[in-house]
Nanobody, 125 residues
Framework: VHLVESGGGLAQPGGSLRLSCAAS????????MSWARQAPGKGLEWVAG????????GYADSVKGRFAISRDNAKNTLYLQMNSLKPEDTALYYC???????????????????WGQGTQVTVSS
């Protein structure tokens, strides 16, 4: 299993970024996926999750209405569109694979068994 995030960088407050996560080594369409983040000096925080077919997703209250998770099962790729970025969104962002096929996404990070290396998002003027 291999997960590789990309798309991070520096954005101004109010700006946008789109993160991608390229997956390989497993049947991507059979697993729920999530994004999580870790801000400097803080613990890992679940951000958003999406079901196998992409028809259902969920968000942490801190990003609801600003972030959108999606997936392209034909391309084995997970996305996170981040709009209206705030300085408090600054963090290392990770994608993660659920540990059981066809389970719904969960906010419990222990139920994800593979993680990417992360991509840094910095929001600053």
């Amino acid at each position: 299993v291999h997960l590789v995030e990309s798309g991070g960088g520096l954005a101004q407050p109010g700006g946008s970024l789109r993160l991608s996560c390229a997956a390989s080594g497993f049947t991507f369409s059979s697993y729920a996926m999530s994004w999580a983040r870790q801000a400097p000096g803080k613990g890992l925080e679940w951000v958003a999750g999406i079901k196998t077919d992409g028809r259902e997703s969920g968000y942490a209250d801190s990003v609801k209405g600003r972030f959108a998770i999606s997936r392209d099962n034909a391309k084995n790729t997970l996305y996170l569109q981040m709009n209206s970025l705030k300085p408090e969104d600054t963090a290392l962002y990770y994608c993660a694979k659920a540990n059981r096929a066809y389970m719904k996404f969960t906010t419990t990070l222990d139920e994800y068994d593979y993680w990417g290396q992360g991509t840094q998002v910095t929001v600053s003027s």
